[in-house]
C-alpha cells in the first residue's frame, strides 16, 4: 500500500483564503483590521522562525501584527508588566506568548496573565477548562490544524481508536480531547509508556508529537492506518545537508498507512492557518461579531 498524502499546506490555502476575504470586509466596512502580538523571549532559533512566519503570514491576510522579543534573561515582572501592556490596549485582538519560555520563567503562571479573551492557542486555564467542558472559546492552533486536515479528507474520527504520541498542553493533551469530542476512542502515550509500538499498533489514527526524529517506524503502524505527523525535528543526512524530518519514519510508514501528513507541508502550515483564524475569532468576539473566539 502507498499512503494518500494529507497536505496541510493545501487544507491551510483554505483557511487563509477565508480570512484573507472576511479581513477585506471588515476592511471595506472602515473597521481596523484584526490584530496579532507576539512576545518572544530569548533568542531560540526554532521559536524565531515559527514567529517570523506569523508575522509574515498576518502580513499577507491583512492582519496588523506586532512582535515584542525580549531578553532571555527578562524578569517575571518586567514580562507581567508587558502583559498587562497588551491587555489593556483595545487595538490588539490576539496575544500569542511563543513557548518554550527560559526555565526561570512558569509558563503556566505568565499564560494565566493573558485576557482569556485574546488567547489565540487556547492556553489560558479558563480556556483550556472550557474546552474539556465542551464549550470552547478557541480552539489549540495545532490540534484544531489536525482535525481539519482529517475534516478536509473525509476521515471521520467516529469510534475509531486514536492513539496520540506525546502529552504536552499544546499538542498531545489538547488533541486528546479534540478527539474525543469526535468520538474516537483516545490513548495518550508519553515517555514511560510500556511498549510503545504495540500501542501504537492499536491505532486506526495514529499521531506523532514527541519531538523525536523518525521514532515512529513501520513497527508502530497497523496496515492501514491513518498517520499524522506534527514533529518538526532538525537533522543532518548522510551528505552533511540540513533537513527538516518529522516524527515519522515517512519513506517506511508510508508503505504501511492508509494516509499520512508530511514534513515538511503538513501539520505545520495549518498550525499557523487555524492561529490567523482564532486572531479573526477574538477580533470578531471584542467586536460583538461573534459568540466565541474560533470559526471562520
Ligand atoms: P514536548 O513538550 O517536548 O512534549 C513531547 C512529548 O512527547 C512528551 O509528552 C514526552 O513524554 C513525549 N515523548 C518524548 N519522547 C518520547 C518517546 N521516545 N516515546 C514516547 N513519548 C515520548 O513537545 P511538543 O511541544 O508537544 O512538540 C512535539 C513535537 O511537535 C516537536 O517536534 C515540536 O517541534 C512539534 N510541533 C510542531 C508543531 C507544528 O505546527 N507542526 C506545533 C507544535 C509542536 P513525557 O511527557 O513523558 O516527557
Request: charge should be neutral.
Amino acid at each position: 500500500m502507498t499512503a494518500q498524502i494529507l497536505s496541510g499546506k493545501e487544507v491551510a490555502q483554505k483557511f487563509r483564503k477565508r480570512v484573507r476575504l472576511r479581513v477585506q470586509k471588515l476592511v471595506d466596512r472602515g473597521l481596523k483590521p484584526p490584530h496579532l502580538t507576539v512576545v518572544q523571549v530569548g533568542d531560540d532559533p526554532g521559536s524565531t522562525v515559527y514567529v517570523r512566519n506569523k508575522v509574515k503570514t498576518c502580513k499577507k491576510l491583512g492582519l496588523e501584527s506586532t512582535m515584542h522579543k525580549l531578553e532571555e534573561s527578562v524578569s517575571r515582572e518586567e514580562l507581567s508588566t508587558l502583559i498587562q501592556k497588551l491587555n489593556a490596549d483595545a487595538d490588539i485582538s490576539g496575544i500569542l506568548v511563543q513557548l518554550p519560555l527560559p526555565a526561570h520563567l512558569n509558563a503556566t503562571e505568565i499564560i494565566s496573565e493573558v485576557d482569556p479573551a485574546r488567547d489565540v492557542d487556547c492556553l489560558h486555564p479558563a480556556n483550556v477548562g472550557r474546552l474539556w467542558l465542551g464549550d470552547s472559546f478557541v480552539t489549540p492552533c495545532t490540534p484544531q490544524g489536525i482535525i481539519e486536515i482529517l475534516d478536509h479528507y473525509g476521515i471521520g474520527l467516529k469510534g475509531k481508536r486514536a492513539v496520540i504520541i506525546g502529552r504536552s498542553n499544546i499538542v498531545g493533551k489538547p488533541l486528546a480531547a479534540l478527539m474525543l469530542a469526535r468520538h474516537a476512542t483516545v490513548t495518550i502515550c508519553h515517555s514511560r509508556t510500556v511498549d510503545l509500538p504495540a500501542v501504537a499498533r492499536e491505532a486506526d489514527v495514529l499521531v506523532a508529537a514527541a519531538g523525536k526524529a523518525e521514532l515512529v517506524t513501520a513497527e508502530y503502524v497497523k496496515d492501514g492506518a491513518v498517520v499524522i505527523d506534527v514533529g518538526v525535528n532538525r537533522k543532518v543526512d548522510e551528505d552533511g545537508e540540513k533537513k527538516l524530518v518529522g516524527d515519522v519514519d515517512f519513506t517506511a510508514v508510508s508503505e504501511k498507512a492508509s494516509a499520512i501528513t508530511p514534513v515538511p507541508g503538513g501539520v505545520g502550515p495549518m498550525t499557523i492557518a487555524m492561529l490567523m483564524v482564532n486572531t479573526l475569532g477574538c477580533y470578531e468576539y471584542q467586536h460583538g461579531l461573534s459568540e466565541q473566539g474560533f470559526g471562520t
